[in-house]
């Protein structure tokens, strides 16, 4: 009998994972990033970007092409609850209704069409959200990491950027709401330094965690 040993074949294969995003999802929302980045560039400036639903955006695209659960996740954390608020603002002021403030500018004539129809990204943008989670699973990190994110915006929109300005014209002013709900003239409910500790804790208790936890109800945690 013959004991030679004889060399074993690998039966190790490599395979590779499913994408879990259609490449028209992936293409399409390029798409759309490409014309709307130097459109916004060019009418509002690059601080217009320091918003939280705009860095959501940036994060989102590197989300569709990575499939990072932890990004899409992030992005919609922080999103999700106030853009669904805005979807209500938007509907009520297509009925005449005066809802939220948050929406005037879709109604402002001194803004171009164009413009306006861009901004239909923040009714969209919430449900793309969902489906990225649902396809990517949820990480749940993306609750601090955004809450770290937000507190950085907040703090550099607070005390660098523009306050409200009634005659802004397109100028972003009040980014993210730093000195109060109105774009016009700062709150005066409480001190500029109470309202900004207000919101540092309030986003995350309010808006953040809800949304998290949606979220995870939604997608599974990615290990």
Same mark, same amino acid.
């Given at each position: 009998m013959n004991n030679k040993t004889l060399p074993l074949e690998s039966t190790t294969e490599t395979h590779a994972l499913p994408r879990r995003l259609p490449m028209a999802v992936k293409l399409g929302y390029t798409a759309f990033m490409a014309v709307l980045v130097p459109v916004y560039g060019a009418n509002y400036g690059p601080t217009n970007?320091?918003?939280?639903?705009d860095v959501a955006l940036f994060l989102t695209l590197v989300a569709v092409w990575t499939e990072s659960a932890l990004l899409a996740g992030?992005?919609?954390?922080g999103i999700v609850l106030p853009q669904m608020i805005w979807v209500l603002g938007f509907a009520a002021g297509l009925f005449g209704v005066k809802l939220l403030g948050m929406t005037a500018y879709m109604f402002d004539e001194r803004r171009s069409l164009f413009l306006r129809g861009l901004s239909l990204f923040h009714g969209w943008l919430p449900f793309l959200l969902f489906y990225l989670v649902w396809r990517t699973g949820y990480d749940r990190r993306g609750l601090p *990491? +955004?809450?770290v994110l937000a507190w950085?915006?907040?703090?550099l929109c607070f005390f660098y950027m523009p306050p409200?300005?009634?005659?802004?014209?397109l100028t972003p002013v009040n980014i993210n709401? *730093? +000195?109060?709900?109105?774009?016009a003239a700062a709150q005066t409910w409480m001190p500029p330094y109470a309202w900004l500790a207000f919101l540092l804790v309030g986003m995350p208790v309010l808006l953040f965690l809800p949304a998290h936890l949606i979220l995870k109800k939604?997608?599974?945690?990615?290990?």
């Open positions: 970007f320091l918003y939280f639903c992030m992005a919609a954390v *990491a +955004w809450t950085a915006l907040l703090l409200p300005n009634p005659d802004a014209g709401y *730093a +000195w109060g709900p109105s774009d939604i997608g599974k945690r990615r290990r």
